[in-house]
């Protein structure tokens, strides 16, 4: 198993551009979840899904979607990419509530400028 | 909105120390708290966790104890190494969002041999 992949793993953007980060995971798990990581604020949650057709918003989810057409991918859309989105974007799964244990992918590091 | 807080946010021991980080969340529904700890450029890894109907749990040289009433949790590595140095996050899930953490803003830990 790859486990939890992430790409790209760095990305540099202008304002206003728009990308896609691309995540996916190999272990059948239905729990997955985007996060950013601003220094000294930890990890922060932007959305989640519990399932493929099924995802909700996190504690910051202003300037992102998602979507989970399948089990396996859960990509994250920036539309208009703001430097206030400069992060390190982190994706992670889980088998499901129960077995809570979180897998997460190696990071995504955007700069906007 | 829910919380979690980390004390203290560095910490520095010498080898053969013991090292205790302390966290105490706000949601009295949540029921799963984690311990990550992350390495340079690398994402979040699962070094232990506990459920609220625990007390405490140990793992080797690491434990974490749970007090539930007072809603606050610690994480206690004894016999500290060199390659224990990292940043250590402590989470706590968040209640109705699948498996989705919040996290602590981290602690980073230094030891010294």
């Known amino acids: 198993n790859a486990g939890v992949t992430q790409t790209p793993k760095f990305q540099v953007l202008k304002t206003g551009q728009s990308m896609t980060l691309q995540c996916a995971q190999d272990?059948?798990?239905?729990?997955m979840s985007w996060y950013r990581q601003d220094p000294g604020m930890g990890l922060r949650l932007i959305h989640y899904?519990?399932?493929?057709?099924?995802?909700d918003q996190g504690e910051v989810p202003n300037g992102y979607n998602v979507s989970r057409s399948t089990t396996e991918d859960f990509p994250l859309r920036l539309l208009s990419a703001a430097p206030s989105q400069t992060s390190v974007y982190f994706c992670?799964?889980?088998?499901?509530?129960?077995?809570?244990?979180?897998?997460f992918g190696p990071g995504t590091r955007l700069t906007v400028l | 909105g829910e919380n979690v807080e980390q004390h203290p946010s560095t910490l520095s021991v010498q080898e053969g120390d013991s090292a205790v980080i302390k966290c105490t969340y706000s949601?009295?529904?949540?029921?799963?708290f984690p311990w990550y700890k992350q390495e340079l450029g690398k994402g979040p890894q699962l070094i232990i966790d506990?459920?609220?109907?625990?007390g405490e749990k140990k793992d080797q040289r690491i434990a974490v104890t749970l007090n539930k009433t007072a809603k606050h949790f610690s994480l206690h590595i004894t016999e500290t190494q060199p390659e224990d140095s990292a940043v250590y996050f402590c989470?706590?899930?968040?209640?109705?969002?699948?498996?989705?953490?919040?996290f602590g803003k981290g602690t980073t830990l230094s030891v010294s041999s």
């Open positions: 949601d009295s529904a949540s029921n799963y």
């Open positions: 989470a706590a899930s968040i209640s109705g969002a699948g498996t989705a953490l919040i």
């Open positions: 272990m059948n798990h239905e729990y």
């Open positions: 506990i459920r609220s109907n625990v």
């Open positions: 899904s519990v399932g493929a057709g099924i995802t």
């Open positions: 992670a799964s889980t088998q499901g509530v129960g077995t809570d244990t979180q897998y």
